[in-house]
């Protein structure tokens, strides 16, 4: 199979090109979640998109946003059919892999000052430590007020780091297993050495006062305002091109990241559909997609509910016709083969960097487990508007069947007894601090997912 390279003449790489770039933008402006649907908002409302709060009637060609604690958000584009009809739906998480702060984070340890964290997702912990990491987040204080925290990304901002112990005195660290070359507790950031001014019988704790001085004055936060933070330790610097000719990126967060604005590029561009256009945008996926901004919470059957409400009248059938009805691709990346490492692919069935857009008929482990396992009628329906676009595409599974595997929200949504598949792009180095991918892939998801709102059926 050759590679989308080989099919693309000069006016199409320049395309390529060009939207590689916003997308980069749109990962330097994004690193968490609540910045994401930050973004998200922002370049929704330049194309038209309304928050649902502001509208009265819901009729063909509205554009809406549901916006669920700033850290989930649904967007519809509503078509001609009726909503009971069923959607078109493109579904992906705005979470990624990362390090989070503690909620007593702050301690002074022999005149340095640390914070204590908690890993978020699956990591290989090793790979967190000696980088400059930025400070990302909010701080919510007792009087309503929300300090939005970005520390590390301008050039002129100061970074924080996990430390790692130094290879002359590792002899023993060495012998341990990758799970245990770095402990889950041993994930403490540095964040300061000076101490403040001594005063009268004070000789302890000076680094953390000092520190403690600059997040008041610099901040406005106070020690016991990390009680009422949501602050995430992410890698610091922009997205970069990756290759002598440029044909990559390495960033953090493409796990998801890299479909969630795929999937909101096709929405935001799509005109006048026949069905109802849905992309949701997800956060807790890394964890089980859990909790009330999960995958697996109410909001979007209650943002359908809402619609349906607006529309003509709700019903309960009325919202399981509208669901089970519905098609889905479910948004997320796929493991890339690494000639680094080929023994845990089987060749066949493996995703590889630029042959287009990856789907997965399941994910799971093993035998299937915890997948939704898509229909081969759906999967035909599929490759026929693929087909007909000249769209690149590849099937491929996580894995060798018994060397591991993973998840997405697609099981989530299949259990509304509608019709989803996993869709996505191959990623090398998936959940370390930094991934790989190609552009190609990229501009072919985000074809591909276009073509799924207008005619998919």
């Known amino acids: 199979m050759k590679t989308i390279w080989e099919k693309y003449d000069t006016k199409k790489r320049n395309k390529v090109m060009a939207f590689s770039q916003e997308y980069k933008s749109f990962l330097d402006h994004a690193k968490t979640e609540r910045e994401a649907v930050d973004e998200t908002i922002r370049l929704a409302r330049k194309e038209g998109f309304k928050e649902f709060k502001e509208i009265k009637k819901v009729k063909a060609g509205d554009k809406i946003y549901f916006n669920n604690r700033g850290k989930s958000i649904a967007l519809f584009l509503i078509g001609k059919d009726p909503l009971e009809d069923g959607m078109n739906i493109l579904g992906a998480h705005i979470d990624s892999p990362r390090i989070d702060l503690k909620q007593n984070p702050l301690y002074e340890d022999n ?5 204590d964290t908690h890993y978020y997702g699956g990591i290989k912990k090793y790979q967190w430590v000696a980088l400059p990491l930025a400070i990302h987040g909010v701080v919510c204080k007792k009087d309503g007020k929300v300090i939005k925290v970005a520390i590390g990304e301008d050039e ?12 002359h005195l590792s002899r023993d660290q060495m012998q341990k297993t990758g799970s245990k070359v770095v402990e889950g507790e041993d994930l403490n950031a540095l964040v300061g050495s000076i101490p403040a001014k001594e005063e009268k019988d004070e000789k302890d704790g000076l680094v953390k006062k000092n520190i403690l001085k600059i997040l008041k004055e610099d901040y406005d936060i106070e020690e016991e305002d990390f009680i009422s933070a949501e602050l995430e330790l992410v890698p610091a610097g922009k997205a970069r091109d990756l290759g002598l000719d440029r044909s990559l990126i390495m960033a953090y967060g493409h796990d998801d990241r890299i479909c969630a604005y795929t999937s909101l590029m096709a929405i935001l561009e799509s005109r006048e559909p026949e069905r109802t256009s ?13 909790g009330a901004t999960g995958a697996q919470s109410a909001f979007f059957e209650n943002c359908v509910a809402e619609l349906l409400a607006k529309t003509d009248s709700l019903s309960e059938l009325k919202l399981r016709h509208c669901l089970e009805r519905s098609c889905m691709l479910s948004s997320d990346v796929s493991a890339g083969f690494d000639p680094n490492y ?15 857009i990856s789907f997965n008929k399941f994910t799971g482990s093993g035998g299937k487990g915890g997948s939704s396992d898509a229909t081969p009628e759906y999967i035909a329906k599929i490759r026929k508007i693929l087909d007909q676009n000249k769209i690149v595409y590849q099937f491929s599974e996580l894995g060798r069947v018994d060397q591991g595997g993973g998840g997405t929200i697609a099981y989530i949504l299949a259990n509304k007894n509608m019709d989803v598949i996993d869709a996505g792009i191959a990623v090398q180095n998936m959940h370390a601090p930094y991934e790989v991918a190609s552009k190609g892939d990229i501009y072919e998801a985000y074809q591909a997912y276009k073509i799924f709102l207008k005619e998919m059926a």
């Open 342 to 356: 080929p023994s845990v692919n089987e060749p066949k069935n493996t995703a590889y960097l630029g042959k287009g």
């Open 278 to 290: 849905a992309c949701i945008l997800t956060d807790k996926e890394e964890i089980g997609s859990v």
């Open 111 to 115: 005149g340095l000052v640390l914070m």
């Open 156 to 167: 002129k901002d100061p970074v924080v780091e996990i430390s790692d112990l130094l290879i």
